[in-house]
């Protein structure tokens, strides 16, 4: 799930009516321009573990992991990288390089879902999904989940 400061209210909509052993990681990139706090928010929303993804951190099913700011994340098998933010002036986009980075390993096996974004951050990431049989989901502009 990826978005900027509006997508808060639609993130903890959906972890709310997740069921808690769908088998499956859910990766969080919020856009801020302060560090991120969503592991510290989202806790209360969800029984699955919430965490802030640190380096070679191996990705586990029923867990919710958060993106650090000012990193891009690429994954490489089953396990996060954290490189430099690869876009450090301007809007980032670090939910295009991430859901990128998803596809070389992940096949069909992944659902983006895009809600309240700046810039178009992850717009063309989303066709990618899609060509390697994933599902992508984007909230529509001025509309709730």
Not at 23 to 48: C, D, E, S
Not at 76 to 90: A, C, H, M, N, W
Request: charged share 20%; no cysteine.
């Amino acid at each position: 799930m990826g978005g900027s400061a509006g997508g808060l209210d639609t993130y903890i909509r959906l972890l709310k009516n997740l069921p808690p052993d769908m088998g499956v990681a859910i990766v969080v990139n919020h856009i801020t321009l302060m560090p991120t706090q969503l592991h510290q928010v989202l806790p209360p929303f969800t029984k699955m573990p919430v965490e802030l993804i640190t380096e070679n951190l191996v990705i586990e099913p029923n867990h919710v992991y958060i993106i650090p700011a000012n990193r891009d994340l690429h994954v490489d098998g089953e396990v996060f990288q954290l490189r430099p933010i690869s876009k450090p002036r301007g809007w980032p986009d670090v939910i295009t390089v991430f859901l990128k980075s998803l596809t070389q390993y992940w096949d069909g096996k992944l659902i983006a879902v895009i809600v309240s974004g700046f810039d178009g951050d992850g717009a063309a990431a989303l066709r990618g999904i899609k060509e390697v049989g994933g599902i992508t989901i984007a909230q529509k502009p001025g509309h709730e989940a």
